[in-house]
């Protein structure tokens, strides 16, 4: 089974979906056989790499709502980040565009080693959501990167050259192009999407009908058009 995840750093919901999925794989009995995909995507590739502005003001601002508003939205998802073992800090957190991040992540899937992928995501959330880094610095993602199991010289060259940019583009390009226009969304053997960050159970159902239908017991046959009832033999005769 292959899942592929449309995913934004700068994204707080798409930490915690991960994190609900991972629990309802962890219990998966064919967790073995499943491929997981990372895809990037921007929320809003307009921003400056370093923005001044707090997460609250930032949001405000853009979505045009109150900062009360704001924190209270904000409060919710901490609240439920906590839920999953995860300590969000907004009052901390350093407003970035997020591409520079997306590159690396481009960078760590081309290594084949999911392990390296999955570090590099989880450091990244951290970094942002926690650890009030900013992920739009060189330095920042240079250290990060580089304790995912990432080369230095490499991550060098692609924050210089940003030669995986391409790469975060046909991402968000093949989102559109399913129809896929929040993150989190997790798409399931290209046939089943689970948006949002679903409760555990959630996924744990879509894991199971996905597997079933790619996997049925018997098999299952399809009309050939234009045939009809013909002359054959059975148990019972002829």
Aim: proline share 5%; glycine share 6%.
């Amino acid at each position: 089974m292959n899942i592929d995840i449309w995913s934004d750093v700068a994204c707080p919901w798409c930490w915690i979906g991960k994190r609900r999925l991972d629990r309802a794989l962890a219990a998966f009995p064919h967790r073995d056989e499943v491929t997981v995909t990372w895809h990037s995507y921007q929320l809003d590739p307009t921003l400056p790499d370093h923005d001044d502005r707090s997460e609250a003001q930032y949001l405000a601002e853009t979505k045009g709502m109150p900062v009360e508003q704001v924190r209270a939205m904000v409060g919710h998802v901490a609240e439920q980040g906590a839920g999953e073992g995860l300590t969000y800090d907004f009052d901390r957190l350093v407003v970035a565009n997020s591409m520079r991040a997306h590159q690396l992540i481009q960078l760590a899937k081309e290594q084949e080693d999911a392990g390296i992928v999955e570090h590099l995501e989880e450091s990244l959330f951290a970094a942002h959501f926690e650890h009030g880094e900013d992920i739009g610095d060189a330095d920042t993602l240079v250290r990060l990167a580089t304790e995912a199991g990432l080369d230095t010289s490499e991550v060098l060259s692609e924050l210089t050259y940003g030669s995986r940019i391409a790469a975060v583009e046909e991402d968000v390009r093949k989102a559109a192009s399913l129809g896929l226009n929040s993150v989190p969304t997790f798409v399931l053997d290209m046939r089943w999407a689970v948006p949002g960050a679903q409760p555990t159970e959630v996924f744990t159902r879509a894991l199971e009908q996905a597997w079933a239908a790619s996997h049925p017991e018997t098999p299952s046959f399809l009309s050939v058009d234009g045939a009809q009832d013909a002359e054959a033999c059975g148990p019972k005769g002829c």
